[in-house]
């Protein structure tokens, strides 16, 4: 069993501005808002404490289209989804019955046991598609 994660004015920064954010963000994104403030917060330090933050469920993490790291404070507890909006960021939560019934099945029909998985949705919400 881990010792249990201090709680540093770092740690409880990085928790508020992502608490603050809109949809998922980057480190980067994080760190860049977290220095206008004018912390002193190394970007080292923010990618340990989201990393933290997502080990303890307080949030999400999620890797883009694009191939990068993403966070957002979490509003659901529990194993669940996401439906993203790409243009906005706009998030929202899923519970995906049908999803986990497929892949205990999957894992059943092949042998394997204590199946993992990940499932977000990428799309255009209806507030951006109304923009095009």
Not at 7 to 29: D, K, M
Not at 32 to 57: H, K, M, P, W
Request: hydrophobic share 35%; proline share 2%; charged share 25%.
């Amino acid at each position: 069993m881990s010792a249990p994660t201090r709680n540093t004015w770092q740690r409880e920064a990085v928790r508020a501005r992502l608490a603050e954010a809109s949809g998922f963000v980057s480190a980067q994104h994080l760190y860049a808002v977290l220095r206008e403030e004018g912390s002193t917060i190394s970007l080292a330090t923010v990618y340990r404490n989201l990393a933290q933050l997502a080990d303890s469920g307080e949030a999400d993490s999620l890797q883009s289209p694009e191939g990068e790291n993403l966070f957002r404070s979490c509003a659901m507890k529990g194993h669940h989804h996401h439906l993203i909006c790409r243009s906005c960021g706009d998030t929202r939560e899923l519970s995906a019955a049908v999803v986990e019934e497929w892949t205990r099945r999957v894992g059943a029909e092949h042998g394997f046991t204590e199946i993992e998985h990940v499932v977000d949705l990428f799309g255009l919400c209806e507030r951006c598609r109304g923009k095009s």
